[in-house]
């Protein structure tokens, strides 16, 4: 199992420079790295609640970003990749690995606003045009840096939480104290 986390957070670096340098995520990747978790999931023996709360997971958050999407607030690979990292966490660990994108989000856009500032000095424009706020926000990162968290918070606290723990909010807190 070990292999299989290794070789998803693998595929999210992957995923983090194709955006830092490209701002594209490929599908083949992001749909490797959903992949991975059936395997992993098959591997560790988990129950058909188990699963099917994960695919419930993945797919409302695929839902909530193809209308972010839809409005232009986020890029078609960004939303693919969303419902990919909350299939990796499913319900227990859902509040903790957003919580992770919209910090790792923040971090990027003000980065961004930074070296805005800094490209009106022509010798810092060159070295910081990879990350140019006129290129868009790659947010594949920050969603990379949750997908992390997706893939190693579950083995690292044993296993995810039962099914009908995981319904109360409150439990999810309690675990991760």
Known sequence: MFSILTLACA???????????LRRLPNAIVAAFAALYFAQAWIAGESRIE????????????LIAALLFRFGWLGGGDAKLFGAVFLWSGPAFAATVFFIVSLFGLVLGIAQMAIGRM????????????????RGVPYGVALAAGGIAAVWLPALNGHALSPHLAAWPLSIHARLT
């Open 11 to 21: 595929l999210l670096a992957m995923l983090a420079v194709s955006d830092l340098r």
């Open 51 to 62: 699963l099917v709360a994960h695919v419930a997971t993945g797919a409302a958050i695929l």
């Open 119 to 134: 490209q009106r000095n022509p010798d810092a424009a060159w070295a910081l045009a990879w990350l140019a706020p006129a």
